[in-house]
């Protein structure tokens, strides 16, 4: 599986960004995907997960209620909305796959992608 991330940028505070992760692969609808960050200085974090079929999502304490992941199987996508974007968000986000069918944690990803950097001005 190959993913690419896209639709990183510099954002305003309070301001909104949709990230786009494109995947390879037929077994795609049968993968959970997530949304992880990493800040200068710091761990990287888990930011959203969604189950195999899109109906079951996570998400770090960080950003609920501000972020939302969706994953469309027939377009073979992953996505990340973030709205009321803080300081705090600033980071480099990666889209991950896992061959596990539900999953939370980074440690159970399998493939990753290269980042794509939002920055969040205050």
């Known amino acids: 599986v190959q993913l690419q991330a896209s639709g990183g940028g510099l954002v305003q505070a309070g301001g909104s960004l949709r990230l786009s992760c494109a995947a390879s692969?037929?077994?795609?609808?049968?993968?959970?995907m997530g949304w992880f960050r990493q800040a200068p200085g710091k761990e990287r974090e888990t930011v959203a997960t969604?189950?195999?079929?899109?109906?079951?999502?996570y998400y770090g304490d960080s950003v609920k209620g501000r972020f939302t992941i969706s994953k469309d199987n027939a377009k073979n996508m992953v996505y990340l909305e973030m709205n009321s974007l803080k300081p705090e968000d600033t980071a480099v986000y990666y889209c991950?796959?896992?061959?596990?069918?539900?999953?939370?944690?980074?440690?159970?990803?399998?493939?990753w992608g290269k980042g794509t950097q939002v920055t969040v001005s205050s």
């Open positions: 692969g037929r077994t795609f609808s049968s993968y959970a």
């Open positions: 991950a796959a896992s061959s596990r069918p539900s999953v939370r944690s980074e440690y159970g990803m399998d493939y």
């Open positions: 969604v189950n195999w079929s899109g109906s079951t999502t």
